[in-house]
């Protein structure tokens, strides 16, 4: 099965917090932004033009996300992904959801991951 990745045109950045940080309302009206907490730390990610007053930050991400539904059934998607990229030296930050994952990089590395992928036949389009 030929996969296919959107290329968000937004960059994203990442923050932490602590555990418990009250988030302002802001980030919630945000069309995109993910959220992870455990016992040692909150992270954010949303678009790098919401400013957060965070304790650390990491900006200038871009989005991949791989165009889904993808079935809890399917296996692989996110190593084989991960792996070209790894491969292609651009780091990652892995998300995913219930329907899909997303799959942050550097902003200096897009090029490289989206020339990586194509050569393993990943169509890439823009959103």
């Known amino acids: 099965m030929r996969m296919t990745l959107a290329v968000h045109p ?16 802001t980030v919630f009206q945000q069309e995109i932004y993910f959220i992870g907490k455990t016992k040692e730390e909150l992270s954010v990610v ?12 990491e ?4 989005c991949l996300e791989i ?9 692989g998607i996110l190593s ?26 550097k902003q200096n590395k897009l090029e490289r991951a989206i020339d990586a992928l194509k050569k393993q036949a990943y169509q890439i389009i823009q959103y």
């Open 67 to 75: 165009l889904g539904p993808l079935g809890f059934s399917m296996t």
């Open 10 to 25: 937004e960059a994203y950045t990442i923050h932490s917090f602590s555990p418990q940080t009250v988030l302002p309302e």
């Open 59 to 62: 900006a200038n991400w871009r």
């Open 46 to 57: 949303v678009p790098s033009t919401l400013a957060l007053d965070s304790l650390e930050r």
């Open 80 to 105: 084989r992904v991960s792996g070209t990229l790894a491969d292609a030296q651009v780091s990652i930050f892995a998300i995913s959801t219930f329907d899909t994952d997303y799959i942050l990089v």
